[in-house]
Nanobody, 125 residues
Framework: QIQLVESGGGLVQAGDSLRVSCVAS????????MGWFRQAPGKEREFVAA????????YYKDSVKGRFTISRDNAKNTVYLQMNDLKPEDTAVYYC??????????????????WGQGTQVTVAS
């Protein structure tokens, strides 16, 4: 088992930046691919970004490419999502996810085994 706890969400204005973090405990963090998904009200949970256990490979949803950056610090058991130039359509609950990178990069939340509790990100226009 791996436990995931997100932090760093909040209310920002369009164009602002925000960084959300996820701290893992339990099983060996460095053995997992890590990712971020988000879920807006009334919508399905969608893939945002993923990173391999080495950090060498990253994957992004098309609409966040160039604005969001996923990174990880295995020494701190932490994965980050730096979000720049935020837009109102980025408003959602952001969930940290852990699994193999193969499962994560397929982009389906149904394939992911481990989730955090989520952190709300609200972008005002």
């Amino acid at each position: 088992q791996i436990q995931l706890v997100e932090s760093g969400g909040g209310l920002v204005q369009a164009g602002d930046s925000l960084r959300v973090s996820c701290v893992a405990s339990g099983r060996i963090f460095s053995a997992f691919g890590m990712g971020w998904f988000r879920q807006a009200p009334g919508k399905e949970r969608e893939f945002v970004a993923a990173i391999s256990w080495t950090g060498d490979s990253t994957y992004y949803k098309d609409s966040v490419k160039g604005r969001f950056t996923i990174s990880r610090d295995n020494a701190k058991n932490t994965v980050y999502l730096q979000m720049n130039d935020l837009k109102p359509e980025d408003t959602a609950v952001y969930y940290c996810a852990a699994d193999s990178i193969v499962r994560l990069r397929r982009g389906s939340h149904e394939l992911v085994n481990y989730w955090g509790q989520g952190t709300q990100v609200t972008v005002a226009s």
